[in-house]
């Protein structure tokens, strides 16, 4: 799917990723792009709409839903994430259930409410923002990790069932990303800018996924390996 002409609506955009999303559809010639976000207030960017929305809350899903009833492309983007000491750490519970509500059932949450919205349009399609740490062990983001697999294997069920019905679902998977989200992490970090050049060129190439910088792609390279990176991860990563 090409983005020209197609009307996006972007979760989490007034910021980071998702905002990088929402200015280069518009440089690719997007009709219409909203910008879905927690509070509206004081956002302004050229030629994108904002639009509240709380992937946490249902009927604040079903409002934007039908305020960007004509969304082509839909783009679940929100997500949270912490640190903790480690998978037995004793609030891994309760980050687990705060990770999974946003990253995992948001996804679930914003996407069954934008189905009837994309199978009425002739060319529609979802890109879900995945990450490398569904493969990557690092314990001091165990409920992070646990969200963002969650949200791999629920991709990777809609992209079947709405394969027939001509709704096409791309993955995004990349390590850390140079936004607030990652504020305080000393790692090597991918442009925002890079990343979503990348997706929106998988799109419109008509791809399943994306791996959008070196360490992803050479993680999931390992996968069929005696030794795979999940278990061993490559150097450098």
């Given amino acids: 799917m090409d ?10 955009a007034n910021r980071g990723l998702g905002l990088a999303f929402a200015r ?8 219409k792009v909203y910008a879905g976000m ?19 809350d249902k009927a604040s899903i079903a409002t934007a839903a ?12 929100a997500g949270i994430a912490a640190l903790i000491d480690g998978p037995l750490a004793p609030d891994v519970e309760a980050q687990s259930a705060r990770m999974l509500d946003t990253n995992y059932f948001g996804v679930v949450r914003v996407t069954q409410a934008f189905e009837q919205v994309l199978l009425a349009k002739p060319h529609a399609a979802i890109i879900n923002v995945l990450s490398d740490i569904v493969w990557l062990p690092r314990p001091y983001l165990t409920p ?30 990349v ?20 990343v979503v050049r990348q997706t929106y060129d ?14 992803t792609a050479m993680l999931k390279a390992t996968l069929a390996a005696e030794m795979p990176g999940y278990i061993t991860p490559p150097a450098g990563l």
Wanted: net charge neutral; proline share 3%.
């Fill in 202 to 215: 998988a799109l419109a190439a008509g791809k399943s996924e994306v791996m959008a910088d070196k360490g």
């Fill in 3 to 12: 983005i020209k002409n197609a009307t996006v609506f972007i979760t989490g």
């Fill in 38 to 56: 927690r509070n509206t207030s004081g956002f302004e960017e050229a030629g994108v709409v904002p639009v509240r929305v709380d992937v946490t």
């Fill in 144 to 173: 992070y990790a646990a969200s963002k697999a969650a949200a791999w294997n629920f991709t990777n069920q809609l992209r079947f069932h709405l394969r027939e019905r001509g709704v096409q679902v791309l993955g995004l998977h």
């Fill in 24 to 31: 280069e559809a518009r440089r690719r010639g997007a009709a």
């Fill in 175 to 194: 390590g850390f990303v140079d936004t607030d989200l990652t504020n305080g992490i000393d790692v090597p970090k991918a442009s925002p800018e890079d």
């Fill in 66 to 77: 039908e305020l960007a009833a004509d969304t082509t492309l839909l783009v679940n983007n």
